[in-house]
């Protein structure tokens, strides 16, 4: 059976796609974040607050993990990237899950057995 004619390609797909788009949304979003920290914006700004307030429940699970770095004016949260970091490898994680899924033949899982026998 040849693998792109599968049933499951297109869902396997679609679900790749739709994770990617929300880990790229999650990702613009913290580096908004660290960007406005980095550059000591007007917290009380509206577009600011609005990225903080969202980003909050997001970076809130790193947000002790390190303390802050300040240097004179700006302020480095490395907790903010942490959490960049790890919501990426989460959606890495999340989609080679899902690719298990695929169909493959037999051929192709004989080729990557072998493939990974090397390793």
């Known amino acids: 059976m040849?693998?792109?004619?599968?049933?499951?390609?297109k869902p396997l797909y679609r679900g790749t796609q739709i994770i990617w788009?929300?880990?790229?949304?999650?990702?613009?979003?913290?580096?908004?974040?660290?960007f406005l920290k980095a550059t000591s914006a007007n917290a009380n700004a509206p577009f600011t607050s609005f990225i903080y307030e969202v980003t909050n429940p997001i970076a809130s699970p790193f947000l002790r993990v390190f303390s802050t770095t300040q240097v004179e004016w700006a302020i480095i949260e490395?907790?903010?990237?942490?959490a960049m970091f790890v919501y990426w490898i989460l959606a890495l994680g999340i989609i080679n899950l899902l690719l298990m899924g695929k169909t493959i033949s037999t051929l192709e899982?004989?080729?990557k057995l072998d493939k990974q026998e090397r390793i």
Do not use: G
């Open 2 to 9: 040849d693998s792109s004619n599968s049933p499951s390609t």
């Open 109 to 111: 899982a004989s080729e």
């Open 21 to 34: 788009y929300i880990v790229s949304i999650v990702e613009i979003l913290l580096i908004f974040r660290v």
């Open 78 to 82: 490395w907790t903010t990237i942490l």
